[in-house]
Each structure stands twice: as C-alpha cells, then as structure tokens.
C-alpha cells in the first residue's frame, strides 16, 4: 500500500438543503391528499396499507375521522423497478398486516430449509457453522420486485393512491412543519431548459408525510440535517450488486459466504438464494467504509463467480439481470435520535432500520410503516398531527421487536471496523452475551471520512458469459434513462485524478470514469444505487421513471 | 385453376422490384399448392408490365388509368377485392411495403379473410403455413391459415426472384368508375428535400466510436457513408462526449436500426449499443482491438488500424460503385 | 367532436422474450405490459384535436381481459374522457376478428374520428386500423406522420419509402398514428387521480371463429458465426469481395 491516501468526505459537495427544504406559499395547481408516503417499498406501502385498514374499520365502528385519501410516491416507472434486496424474508409482518390470508398467498418463492455459510479461499470454500443470528429456517427466498408489485396491489384495491413515476425532490416546510412535498419536473433537456412534453413540478400537500424513500433517502437526510437531529454513530452503508441468473444447475440451499474475494480490512460477503429451480440470485455486499481506493464491487462480483462454489451453476447459464443498491449498516447507534416531527415521520431503511448479522431489512421496514401508521392514525383521529402528537410512531418503534433485534446487535457490525478476524472474534462474543459484550458503544465514523490507499487495480477482462462489463451490467438494469436530460449529480469544482480513480472504481455502473486524470461522468447510466451520494458526488432525483427497471430482483 | 392473385406496385409507371420479390414467393407457393399465378398491375396509362412471365406470372392482369397512378387506397383495394372474389382466389399476395401495409388490411376486410404480414416463410405443403417476426423481431411466429380466401404480405428481401419463365400473358382489366366523390384521395406525393438521411431509415449505415479518438476524425465515417449512400451513426460514447448530435446515436437509449449492411468503425460493441443494431443484415465490424465484443456479432469483421483501413475501404467503394 | 381512440396493452417493448409453456404464447411472469407505444401518439393527437377545438369527448377503446382496465386508465390519466373495455379472455391473432369487434363498438359511437396506433408492438399486424375504416366503409389513412382538420375535411400525410403521400379525405374518418406525428405527453399527477374517477364502462364481447391459428413461437436462431476476413488494409478487398458476392449488400 502507498502511504498517500485519500479521504473522500473532504471533496464531497454538502447536501443541497436550499433545493431540499422549501418554504413559501404551495402553488395553487397542489394536489391536497391527507397522509403521503414518500417511497412505495415495503415500508411506504405497508404503511398506507394499514393506515387504509384502520380508517376503514374505524369508519365501520363509525369513528372518526372517517373519509381520508392516502397517496404514496414512487419515483420508479413502475412499482418495483428500484427495488433490489437479496432477499431471504421474514414473514411476520406480512401475517400481521394480512391475518385472513394463508402463508402460501404471500409473493414469495421458496421456503428455506437448507443453508450453508462458507468462508472462502480463492480456490477454496470452507463450510462453517451458521451462527444463530444468520439462521432462517421459517423465512423465505422472495424478489422484493415482486413483493412490491403484490402491496401494490393490496394498496390500489383498498383505496391508496399510488402513483409511480414522480419522484419526491423537496420538502415543502412551515416553520418547523413538513407541509408535503414538490415533485420534480420532467421533459428538460440537457441544459435544464423544457422541451416539448415538458410537465413541472407540482406541490403535494399532506398533514403528515412519511419518508420512506428507502436507503440513503434524500429527503430524510434533508430533514434530519434541517432539524439537528443527530444519531449517536453517523449512518454507515454497504453496497450490494447483485445479479439474477437463469441456471442450468439447480441450486438446493441458501448459501453466504465470507473471506475471497475481499480484502481483510473490507466488511462483507456473497449470497447465492434459489428463486425457482433454475432461477438464482447472486450478489455481493461489502462495507463502503473500505480501505482499498480501488476496491471495484461489481469486479469483485465477476471475479466470485469463477470460484469453484459458484461456477458449476453458473455454467452455461444466462445472465438475466443486474443491479445495484446501496444498505444502511448503521444499526442501533445510527438511529436518528427522533424519527418524527411536525406533520412527518421517517420510516424503514430512511431511518436505518436494517439488521446486518441477519441480513434483513424488508420486514423491519414493512412493520415500521405499520406502527407510523398506528400513530397517524390515532393522530389524524385527535386532529393534532405535531411532533408531539407523533412521536408515538417512535414509542411503538422502541417498544417492539425492531428496537430489540436491533439493540441485541448494535455493535456487531462496528466490531468489523478494524478488519475481518478480530470483528469475527468480538462478533462471537456478542452472540454469546446476548449482545452484553463489550458493552459499551463503539464509535464510528461516516464512510466518507475512511482514508483510502492505492493499492492498483488488476486488469479485468469479462468473458461476455459469465462475467460482464459494468455497460453491459447497466443494460441488464433496464436502465433506459433519457439520454438528454439535465444531471442529477452534484459534483465537487475540482476532481483530482486520485479521487476520480476512486469514483470510478466505487460505482457499479460506470456513472464515473477517469480519462486522463480527468473525471468523466455518465449521468444516465445511474442505477440510483446511491454509493455515490454515500463516497462522492451528491445524488439527486431525475424526471421519473429514470434509472433502472428491475422486473425480480 | 385462379390460385394465386399478386398486387404488384409501381412508381412512375414502372413496376418496383419488391414486385418481382412478391411473384418469387407465390409461384414457389403456386407449384406447392398445384395452381397459377395471376399479377395485378395498378397504375398509371403509361405502365409497363413487359416480362412478367419470366417472374413467374401465369397472367397479368393490367389496369391502367392516369387516375391511378398514386396509391389510391380504396379504389386499388376495390379492385383487388373485387377481383379476387370474381375469379375465386384463394390467396391474395403483396410486399409489406407502406403501401401493402395499407392495401393487405383493406382487401382482407372487404373478403371478410385473414391476413398475415410481413412473412418470411411461406409454405404450402402441409396447408398453408407462415412465419413472422413478431415483438419486433425477438420471437417468430409460425401460423396456418385455416380459411381461404386468404391475404399474404410478404417481407421484402426476404424471398428470391426468377423461376422458370411463364406466358405472362397481358389481359386487360377496367379501372372501373371514376374517383369521383371518393372519400379520401391520394392528391401528392411529396419527393423529400435533399436532407440528412436519418439513421434509422437507412439501407446502409456506417458508425463510429470512441475508436476514432476525436470528433475531426468522423469525417473518415462520414466519406465511407457517402460513398455507400448511407447514413452516420454513432455509438453512445461519442454522442456523450459531444462530438455527434444525439440523433445519430444508435444503441438502446438512441435508434434503433435494421439496415441491410452496417459498419461498426471503431465501436467496442457494448450491449446497448449491440441492441440497436443486431437485427442488421450484414454487419461489418473494423476495430483495433480483436477481443471487440462487436466482433461476436459481425458478420464480417477486419482487425486493424481504423484510420488505415477506413480509407482505403472509401475508396475501394467508390470503384466499385463508379464502376 | 367525438374521438374513439383504440388502444392495445402490450409488453414493453424492453422485455425480455420467453416462450410459454404451451410453445405457442410468450411467458407472460415478470413481464411488464404497457399502452402501445403507437396508441400513445393516437390518444395525444385525440387530446390535442379536442384541445384545440375546445369541445368533444375523447372515448378510450381496447379490446382484452380485466387487465386492459389499467391500460385505459393510463390513456385517461393522459386526459381522455372515459373508456370501454370489449371483455374477452381470447387472444386473437387474426386481425380481421378484432377488427370485427372493435368496428361493431365504434359503429354504436357516432364517432366524427377513430384513431389508432399504426401497429401494436408485439404481433406486429398493422392490419386492424384499416381493417375497421374498410368495415365501416369510411375514409381512412394509415401510418400517418401529419394531420390538419378544417371543415368536416381532413388532410393527412404518411410516409411511403423514400417520400410522403398526401391523402385528402371527409370525415368520419379512421386514422392511424405513425411514430413523429406528435410527442405524448406524460400523465401528470392530477390526471392519475382524476383517471380513477372516470367512467370505463366494461362489455362482455363474442368474438368470430379465427381464419388462422398459432402453430409456434420460437426464438429466432442465433446468427450465423461472423468471421475475420484479415488485418489491416490489406484486407479490405477480400471484404469488398465478400459483401460484393457474398452478402450482396453493395
């Protein structure tokens, strides 16, 4: 390693908070709905979905306050096509939110019956125990795609109003009041100017909106800065990419692994999940506190699936999509100390709530929009929708299940941060104590400020077969973003080649490139998987329906 | 026995060699099927319908009147129709051009027959069996046609002409009444002006890429397109870095295109830009690098310094196309 | 003026093509179906006239099953009046059967224009719009790129290989959109929720026995293996050679 080394945060631009938090009149073309989720994931939908149900049984009892419209916000051209996890589901919330349904309606695949965890050498894979915290007998394989696209439904037909294609790019306040949102324009060209299906922004107002815009959510990053409002640790992510295949092999278990092809100062691992007998899942997710300045994920990706675990079902096989996205690992110390104020509550992985020793997210999501349900319901009932009204979303939210889980493991992923066997060594410990051990918090700091070294990156030729360009990647997103609108990426004056070299090397899609010392950015190809808004560059909303278009991830 | 009715077209009075394409297809059907081919010649008093029996035409039925020299829909398809249902055709056959497109609709409606278009396959050994791209070309579809009469429109390119030469004897056949009160009218056809010639309408298309290093060095693209009589095109990364206006760019998010030659100059061959041009007829592919993704789909591919061997394939064009 | 526009849902056109089980229809899991790109430019150009003239209703029309109520929702949130969904669970693939149905609902209408894509993108027919004008026995021009409407008269153009036919005709008429006759709009906020209040009425449909059945669907073979004709300059004339004699392409 060089002693040079490089701190992304220093270069980073700060968030855009002018452009984030809108004061002044709403326009008088708004749309006025009376609870808005901003984002329609597990946690956006499950939300209306339960908030839908408690009016309507409330009506029935004749309670008030009866009559009230619910929209949720997508950015995506259709439910589903940015949403991209592993997944292995925990259905808990799914029995809660639906109990006349039976287990075998849920959208998912296949139950889990085997597993297995290896720690991998290059050419090697060593079966290891599965520590309890990774067991998932009772859960099930599933694509969030489809997840999505199933509340979806359940949510049209009992009355949300769910719009996909508009993305959320401000917060409109008063005072300290979230008063809704302003959707972003669509139809610019390139220099901003509007072209002939030009549609502007237009102002949504809600008397409570609840931002569930999934990892790295910009509005709630907006708020959260806006308000003060501080979290013990700062919020870490990893990012995922992951790919789908259609197998001539079938896959039998559930598989993660360790070790090869990651660094030891690099947090993360491989998963390979069965969908359908010829259908798998296959990804990699590796800590972006990372020490390596070219450490590329997507190459890592290539190269994991030549190991001799994976390649025998790969073989001859298609690759049928791709995709990326970024994770909040943050745990317990990363909470937002309130996840509420006036007129908003945060919800799901906006506000962290992702269990990494257990890799599960979606069904802490879905709950934590259930219980923001509860409270705006209650709340809309005593027509009182101020922070103190609430901040009963928070109450429920530390008393339950989420809080717990979370508590148990709440320094399991910072153990990791100086390297691969002392982190496994505390992580036992933990699981031994019930999470009593070392007791104290370990401090953290953001991604950004993990200094990188050059270490120089190995060429890396893809076969076309079983490994891919990341352009060819990014086709298989089904990104086809407008090639002629505005960029949505803010990027600092001056890029030395050191940092792009970084950029390009940490995107997965190849939004960034460095050409003769010089930073080349690819707005388009953005899969909005929001690594960089995590290391570099700010990211920012596009017209809707831009970015990927992922059909089962 | 009437077996099989060919509407041919023209342009100026001349008979366009689709035509010749569309009376391949049905004689080999006709001889399949054991009966004759008759040709319908619409068009202006002028029309030459000479030698259409070394195509394949057992009869050539021949209306001509100024008044049909433009593509007049509803009278072309009235005498087709009528035609065909007079002398009992069972199959009714043309190109899927603009106007077979038009024209195949309205003759099936008026038969009360199904139609199948853009045909690349027609056989009729074991009844009457097509195939089609559909899905823009992604999957095939092979029909039978379980009712006659029936209307074929056939993929131009797709069939060969010549065949063993027929009598081809001209019979004449009355317009019929005038267009007069005629619900629409074809009233011009308008020659485009001598404009840029689009990309995705091209029959030859030559692109360039990042190969080419920058913008100045398009005008080796630009000299071999116009030699062939073809359009520019360029991959995304040029049109990103600005060096070609984003209409020319072919690829997933630019044109899609299908001429019969393209020529990849310097272009890698990513993904998205294979989408836009793998369903070319014949794709040359020249590029430094033999490891070029592009090379996977060419055709025809040359390896070398592109700024060596574009010249000199401008050149060799020119000859042969002067020649 | 009354509209009909006739429209079609269909996958989208990025989709990945799998063949069914039955080997004769496309495996519809995880596919995403769309409004007809082509129906896209008849709804607008239908808005635009209505816009223009100030007055009118704009009466989306698609034949399918109960899925096809989304597809019409998409054209209302577009800004169309309201719709009706010709019920039925077949899928023809001869266009002179759905012709039949849509002509017979369009009849009812009292209809000054009926518009229609050019072609739906995934059988490809481009048959069904003419097909309905000559059913009707009303003027129609199809694939067309340019139309202007004066006086209970119409003046269309369509782009034929290599120039443009201009076609005058009376109305009622039947039109076909051809990609370049306008640029859809997207449906905004407000039209999305003002969609789900309008009225689309649903009709169980009969349809006519097919004059043709589909025997298979198959993907289409992989080309044929490409090769290097040699290196460098040196080269070009055994290529010229090959596209000359080989490939006839020049």
Partial sequence: MSELSTVPAGLQPPLPRDQLVLRGELEDERIDVDVLFVGGGPAGLAGGIQLARLVKQGKERGEEPGEITIGVLEKAGSLGEHSLSGAVVNPRPFRQLFPELQETDFPFRTPVHREAIYLLSQSRARRIPTPPTMRNEGNYVASICEIVRWLGEKAEEIGVDVFAGFPAGALRVEGSRVVGVRTVASGLDREGNPGSNYMPATDIAARVTALAEGSRGLLAQAYLEWQDIESANPQIYALGVKELWETKQPLDRVIHTMGWPLPRDAFGGSFMYPLEPNLAALGLVVGLDYRDRDLDIHQLLQQLKLHPLFKPYLEDGELVEWGAKTIPEGGFHAFPQRRHGDGVVILGDSAGFVDVPSLKGIHYAMQSGMYAARAIYKALQRDDTSQESLAEYDRLVDESYIARDLYRTRNMRPAFKRGFYSGALKAALMTLTGGRFPGRRIAMDSDAEAPRYATGSSPFMPDGKLTFSKVDAVFKSGNVTRDTIPSHLLVGDTVPAELATFYSHMCPAAVYEEVDGELKVNPPNCVDCKATDVLGPRWTPREGGSGAAYKRM | MAGVLVVLEQRSGTLKSVSHEVLGAARTLADELGVEVHALAIGPAGLKVDGLGEYGADKVLCCRSDELELYQASRYAGLASGLADANGYQIVMLATTALGKDLGPRIAAKLGAPIAGDLTHISGNDGLVVMRPVFAGKATSTLKITSTPCVLSVRPNAFATGCVARDGIVEDVSPGDSGAGAQAVTIAVKEPEKAVLDVAEASIVVSGGRGLKEAEHFQLVEELASALGGAVGASRAVVDAGWRPHSEQVGQTGKTVSPNLYIAIGISGAIQHLAGMRTSKVIVAINRDQDAPIFKVADYGIVGDLFAVVPRLTEEIKKVRGG | ?250
Avoid at chain 3, 95 to 102: E, F, G
């Fill in chain 3, 1 to 250: 003026m009354k509209i009909a526009v006739c429209v079609k849902r269909v996958p989208d056109t990025e989709t990945r093509i799998k063949v069914g089980a039955d080997g004769r229809s496309i495996d519809e899991g995880g596919v995403k179906f769309v409004l007809n790109p082509f129906d896209e430019f008849a709804v607008e150009e239908a808005l635009k006239l209505k816009e223009q003239s100030g007055e009118g209703e704009v009466v989306i029309i698609s034949m399918g099953g109960d899925s096809g109520q989304e597809t019409i929702r998409t054209a209302l949130a577009m800004g169309a009046d309201r719709g009706v969904l010709l019920k039925t669970d077949a899928k023809p693939v001869d266009p002179l059967v759905t012709a039949r149905v849509l002509a017979s609902e369009v009849e009812q209408g009292g209809y000054d224009l009926v518009l229609f894509g050019k072609q739906a993108v995934d059988d490809e027919s481009h048959a069904v719009g003419p097909m309905v004008g000559e059913l009707l026995g009303l003027a129609s021009v199809s694939a067309i790129t340019r139309l202007e409407l004066a006086g209970g008269k119409g003046t269309a153009e369509r782009e034929v290989e290599g120039a443009t036919e201009v076609v005058e005709f009376s109305l009622p008429a039947v039109l076909t959109a051809e990609k370049g006759l306008n640029e859809p709009r997207y449906p905004a906020l407000r039209g999305i929720m003002l969609a789900k209040k309008k009225p689309l009425e649903v009709k169980d449909v009969e349809l006519d026995e097919e004059g043709m059945v589909v025997v298979e669907l198959a993907l289409p073979q992989s080309r044929k293996e490409g090769r290097i004709v040699g290196e460098g300059p040196d080269a070009v004339p055994i290529l010229i050679d090959a596209l000359k004699n080989e490939a006839k392409v020049i």
